[in-house]
Nanobody
Framework: QVQLVESGGGSVQAGGSLRLSCVAS????????MGWYRQAPGKQRELVAT???????NYADSAKGRFTISRDTAKNTVYLQMDSLKPEDTAVYYC??????????????WGQGTQVTVSS
């Protein structure tokens, strides 16, 4: 089965940077959109950024100018470079991706999440 594994979360002071990574593995034929979402305590999960197979990107207003999403197609990996972090960026960050398996079935899955904590 297809799996997503995230890494790179941690604790940082306001103004600092973190880089998240998410690797997709399994019987993957193609990956369409890869993205990052986050969920803070007591809040709904929200979009942070997505990147399509053709490298077009989409950012939440809160991420524009501070976060950069990128992907390495050969490695089935998506990255989120987060700069100028703020305490309000504190959340569990989830990777999401969708695509087609080698058996031509569609998939859309979530990673297990990685905690990002920004202190003031």
């Amino acid at each position: 089965q297809v799996q997503l594994v995230e890494s790179g979360g941690g604790s940082v002071q306001a103004g600092g940077s973190l880089r998240l990574s998410c690797v997709a593995s399994g019987p993957i034929l193609t990956i369409n959109v890869m993205g990052w979402y986050r969920q803070a305590p007591g809040k709904q999960r929200e979009l942070v950024a997505t990147i399509a197979a053709g490298s077009s990107t989409n950012y939440a207003d809160s991420a524009k100018g501070r976060f950069t999403i990128s992907r390495d197609t050969a490695k089935n990996t998506v990255y989120l470079q987060m700069d100028s972090l703020k305490p309000e960026d504190t959340a569990v960050y989830y990777c999401n991706a969708d695509g087609v398996t080698r058996w031509y079935s569609l998939w859309n899955i979530w990673g297990q999440g990685t905690q990002v904590t920004v202190s003031s």
